[in-house]
């Protein structure tokens, strides 16, 4: 009887390729890269025959192996690299019974496990720097196309002072940038050779135990740390930090892009196509699917970075049950990662911008958002604290008579002795209050260059 699948939201909420690399298959081929590694460097130093290092290699082939026996095993046996190393053995016992006596020779099931582990962690870093490039690439483009476009800038849900769509999008950017530094910066240590034996010392080997390590990290072209890490999980738990604040970042990415679908903002749509973000009920609907997406991630991922962190607190030399809380931990926060990163892929580079609706909604509270300028031009007249009454007074008026505030403003003679029609139409133009957002564009943007062409 084959395993039950339990992918029915994958194609939604993950990358088919990272999927992969975090299949049983990617697991189990991890595995048994380590232990064909394993005989090819301990064969270099002289403590195996070199006559049998082919025939392990040959049966280290994931697709040889029954996986639904394997997952049967692994009940019984506690981890996944007793029941495989058995099922090797086997294998390359009934090819040649003298090359099973060096199968798996001073290695323990952790070394095997966090090894193999290591080895998908590496493929999935690959799938995270070409996606992470390629969104930085489109981010980069929309920065710069809408650099000068004003919007409503928003604090607490409210309409503050203008900023731009290319503002905006450069604060993603800028994110994105630093994730990419930051993982370029932790792949050496993330991608660390485990290899101890029975308790981290590798007293099994002998005099060669340290030769085979270095051969061993070489064959995997992995580093060799200062000493195994068995108990020692920083390396991977960095890693799932990075993949909390990545998701946190997209998360803020697609909250941002849905409030400003919201109906009645109206401001910047994801891509429209056929049969996306409808409803089973209401055909006038767009909703923001890659968005949630996004967002949902960025909701499950701390829970996921919290078990990680949970576990670090290993017993002694070998832990239980807290190394056995990240097995499925880390796999399923690269796997949420690549997903978010799939959606922002697909709304970032077609985002559809309303214009109109932009300048209207910056319209919308008839200047009130520009007396910031006002009052700071008034102030170098009649003093700051003056001119901060004076057109707060203005603003309360414009309310209450439901009127631009360049009107109250051109009415009031306090105001006109010192600024004149043409400062007032100035002030009170979006267009000329953006301060440095184009300069907070241009720095994102060879923020990003720079990393990608060094």
Request: charged letters at 20%; aromatic letters at 4%.
């Amino acid at each position: 009887m084959s395993t039950p699948s339990n992918h029915l939201f994958d194609a939604y909420f993950t990358q088919p390729a990272m999927r992969q690399v975090f299949s049983d298959a990617g697991r189990v081929q991890g595995m048994l890269d380590f232990e064909a590694a394993l005989s090819r460097a301990e064969a270099r130093v002289g403590l195996i025959p070199h006559a049998v290092v082919a025939d392990i290699e040959q049966q280290c082939q994931a697709a040889l192996f029954d996986f639904d026996e394997l997952a049967i095993a692994i009940g019984s046996a506690g981890n996944s690299a007793i029941p495989l190393v058995k099922a090797l053995g086997k294998r390359i016992a009934a090819h040649n019974p003298e090359a099973e006596r060096y199968v798996h020779m001073g290695a323990t099931s952790q070394d095997v496990m966090d090894s193999g582990l290591v080895l998908q962690l590496r493929q999935a870093i690959v799938l995270l720097d070409r996606d992470l490039e390629q969104l930085a690439g489109h981010l980069a483009a929309q920065a710069q196309r809408y650099a000068d476009t004003p919007l409503a800038g928003r604090t607490w849900l409210q309409q503050a002072t203008p900023v731009t769509l290319g503002m905006k999008i450069a604060g993603w950017l800028g994110a994105v940038t630093r994730h990419r530094q930051r993982l370029a910066e932790l792949k050496p240590r993330l991608l660390s050779l485990q290899f101890g034996g029975a308790s981290g010392s590798l007293a099994a080997l002998g005099e060669q135990a340290f030769d085979v390590a270095q051969a061993l990290a070489d064959e995997l072209d992995l580093t060799l740390p200062e000493q195994p890490w068995h108990t020692q999980r920083d390396r991977l738990v960095e890693f799932a930090c990075l993949l909390g604040l990545l998701a946190g970042s997209l998360g803020k990415l697609g909250r941002d892009i849905s409030l400003l679908m919201q109906t009645e903002v109206g401001e910047v749509f994801e891509p429209s196509a056929p049969g996306k973000g409808g409803s089973s009920t209401m055909p006038h609907k767009r909703n923001p699917v890659g968005a949630a997406v996004l967002i949902g991630a960025a909701t499950r991922a701390p829970g996921l970075v919290a078990t990680m962190l949970a576990a670090m607190p290993q017993e002694h030399e070998r832990s239980l049950g807290l190394w056995h809380a990240e097995w499925e931990t880390l796999p399923e926060l690269c796997c949420l990662v690549s997903g978010a990163l799939q959606q922002a892929l697909l709304v970032v580079p077609g985002l559809e911008v309303d214009a109109q609706r932009l300048r209207a909604n910056l319209e919308s509270t008839q200047g009130l958002v520009l007396a910031e300028a006002v009052s700071i031009a008034l102030s170098r007249c009649v003093g700051r604290d003056a001119a901060h009454h004076l057109i707060e007074q203005s603003c309360r008026r414009a309310v209450e008579q439901g009127a631009h505030l360049r009107q109250v403003l051109g009415a009031n003679t306090q105001v006109t002795e010192h600024l004149s029609a043409d400062e007032l139409d100035r002030l009170l133009d979006p267009a000329h209050y953006l301060g440095q957002a184009r300069r907070w564009v241009e720095r994102a943007v060879a923020e990003h260059t720079h990393f990608t062409q060094e």
